[in-house]
């Protein structure tokens, strides 16, 4: 039985890695739990029958009692992942830690290094690599049937609703206070490109701006609060929040889900507040183009501006293609052919449907995790080593963004 501490009870590490640990509860058992949130850290206590004494609401408190477990789940605020992780390997912890590894370039490589030296895993949730539909491309790409790969192209849709309550209102919307957006939400993407290519990268450039949510496009009349607006307007907070009470994103604004307590939040808290009258910096839109060690190109696009928050992508080898939208859970194989008239081979995958976040990839990463700390020699394909790559790609697009799209070069 190998046991964990859990730093961080909020939507990730509670409700999204945590909860699903209960369906191992013969192989793994939560015994720790430091959480600054009164509700969901007694939620947590009694959900996983976690003793008083292990029952922390201040971090240095829990570092304090020492090694409470074998491995540590850390899914705290970007900012506060290095110097956490840094006092848990020095007690000997095996850690997932939340993505991004830190909101700084240097921190990430001292994080990956010091767990390199101190011999323990350092687990990274690039929960993409372990959905269905990716691992379906891998396949496919590894089977050779498309060839060698030439050239990618990569959408992340975030969602208009989405950006709104993630990037415009929420807790990333000011890189000054956590990072920028193509480190916090897509270093995800460019982890799986570097998955699918299997290539370090070459040179990376990108462009793109915060377009749309800001001061200059707040209609007339429009007031700070949606509560206390008169304007009609697809982002009105109570059209965003009140039909989803129980669920995302509502679950994140309040933790009683009523429509009083809600209601409340939009009054009082940030998710309450106009999109066009926030601190948010981060962009709304941002292309990036990465050129591969091993000559493969690939164009990576974010956009804020969809109703379906997805991914779709199309990869083009020498021999045939391969593309699909992760939320349809549909990927397509086509060979290239002769001419306008010969018949096209396609081959179409409904790949299954997989309890848990992220079409899977939340649970398939908790599986990853137990198998790794039951057995030191299995192979992860998260390990901080392969994810760090992921994070210098974002470091270097942003870098790349803020000097007009430059060519960064590695």
């Known amino acids: 039985m190998k046991t964990i501490a859990v730093l961080g009870a909020g939507q990730r590490g509670q409700y999204a890695y945590s909860d699903y640990l209960k369906k191992y509860a013969d192989q793994v058992k939560i015994v720790a ?41 850390l899914a705290t605020m970007d900012e506060t992942h290095y110097t956490y992780t840094m006092k848990a390997l020095d007690l000997g912890y095996d850690i997932l830690l939340e993505k991004p590894i830190s909101p700084k370039k240097e921190e990430c490589i001292a994080m990956v290094e010091k767990a390199n030296a101190c011999g323990r895993l350092l687990m990274i949730c690039h929960v993409l690599r372990y959905t269905t539909f990716f691992r379906k491309i891998k396949e496919i790409i590894d089977s050779g049937k498309i060839g060698d790969i030439v050239s990618i192209q990569h959408n992340e849709n975030v969602g208009i609703y989405h950006m ?16 920028s957006i193509i480190l916090q939400k897509s270093c995800h993407d460019l982890d799986i490109l570097t998955y699918l290519v299997d290539s370090k990268v070459k040179s990376i450039s990108s462009v ?85 060690e091993n000559g ?61 976040g992220h079409n899977g990839g939340d649970s398939g990463i908790m599986e990853e995790f137990i198998k790794v700390l ?36 590695f």
Not at 335 to 347: D, L, M
Not at 385 to 394: E, G, I, K, T, V
């Open 33 to 73: 739990v430091c959480e600054i949130d009164d509700y969901r850290r007694s939620r947590m206590k009694e959900m996983h029958g976690i003793s008083e004494e292990n029952v922390f609401a201040d971090a240095d408190a829990f570092f304090a009692k020492g090694k409470l477990a074998d491995a540590l789940i």
């Open 374 to 409: 039951q057995d030191k020699d299995h192979d992860v394909i998260s390990s901080a080593n392969r994810s760090l790559q992921s994070h210098l790609m974002a470091f270097a697009a942003e870098e790349s963004r803020l000097q007009e799209g430059k060519t960064i070069y």
């Open 208 to 292: 793109g701006a915060l377009a749309y949510f800001n001061e200059e496009h707040a209609p007339k009349g429009s007031a700070k609060r949606c509560v206390d607006c008169k304007v009609v307007c697809i982002f009105d907070a109570r059209k965003a929040y009140l039909p989803c009470i129980g669920t995302w994103p509502t679950t994140v604004i309040s933790n009683e889900q009523s429509e009083t307590a809600v209601m409340e939040a939009l009054r009082q808290g940030p998710y309450g507040r106009c999109v066009f009258h926030c601190d948010n910096n981060v962009c709304d839109h941002q292309a990036t183009l990465i050129e591969f």
């Open 296 to 356: 493969v190109s690939a164009t990576f696009n974010l956009s804020a501006f969809t109703n379906q928050i997805c991914r779709t992508i199309k990869i083009m080898g020498t021999k045939g293609m391969v593309s699909g939208n992760d939320v349809a859970g549909e990927v397509v194989y086509q060979s290239f052919v002769s001419n306008g008239f010969e018949e096209v081979k396609k081959e179409t995958y409904r790949v299954a449907k997989v309890a848990g």
């Open 164 to 179: 709104a309550h993630s990037f415009v209102r929420g807790n990333w919307r000011n890189s000054d206070e956590t990072s």
